[in-house]
């Protein structure tokens, strides 16, 4: 993801960590499926606190890829709050 959110600030730099030949719009794609595949690897864990703690990552990671597909620079504080909060008292 950060390859994406950081994208117009490394080619500026002359620096661009994209495969050659990708769009941005191919990333997305790349970012959202390999997403799932790591929500469902999750959904065969345990449930402990080490499955708790890969959720967490996973929520904020498909939060941090939306706001990024609606142009927003990230996540913002309450955003992260939020999502932690709604984790915890669901």
């Given at each position: ?8 600030e490394d080619i500026k730099r002359e ?69 932690l909060q709604q984790f915890l008292y669901?």
């Amino acid at each position: 993801m950060n390859m994406l959110r950081n994208r117009s600030e490394d080619i500026k730099r002359e620096v661009d960590h994209f495969p050659s030949g990708w769009r941005e719009t191919y990333m997305f794609t790349y970012a959202w499926d390999y997403l799932d595949k790591a929500k469902a690897a999750a959904e065969t864990m345990p449930a402990d606190p080490y499955r708790y703690f890969v959720e967490i990552q996973l929520l904020l990671s498909d939060a941090t890829l939306n706001a990024l597909a609606h142009l927003e620079e990230k996540l913002s504080r309450n955003d992260v709050l939020n999502i932690l909060q709604q984790f915890l008292y669901q």
